[in-house]
């Protein structure tokens, strides 16, 4: 990934990545953005998507939708 720094180096949580021209666009219908994840979350995240026969950014996409719909409140 892009925005990830080289092994030891530190950063604080919630320190934001910058993007660089031509990492992000938008479209009417989807964003693309880069997404830094810690290794293991990553390979998890990949494992499952290739099980699904899947890419790693629909299987974000629907967990992020379910994720959403269980914090909506009852209505």
């Known amino acids: 990934m892009s925005g990830c720094r080289s092994p030891g180096t530190p950063r604080q949580n919630g320190e934001s990545v ?4 031509g990492e992000a666009w ?3 219908d989807c964003v693309r953005r880069t997404v830094v994840l ?3 979350l ?3 995240l990949a494992a499952e998507a290739q099980r ?3 890419s ?10 379910q994720g959403l719909r269980r914090g ?4």
């Open 18 to 21: 910058s993007e660089l021209p």
């Open 72 to 75: 909506e409140p009852a209505g």
């Open 26 to 28: 938008e479209g009417d």
């Open 56 to 65: 790693v950014s629909d299987l974000l996409a629907e967990y992020a939708e």
């Open 42 to 44: 990553a390979e998890r």
């Open 52 to 54: 699904r026969g899947q």
């Open 38 to 40: 810690p290794v293991g």
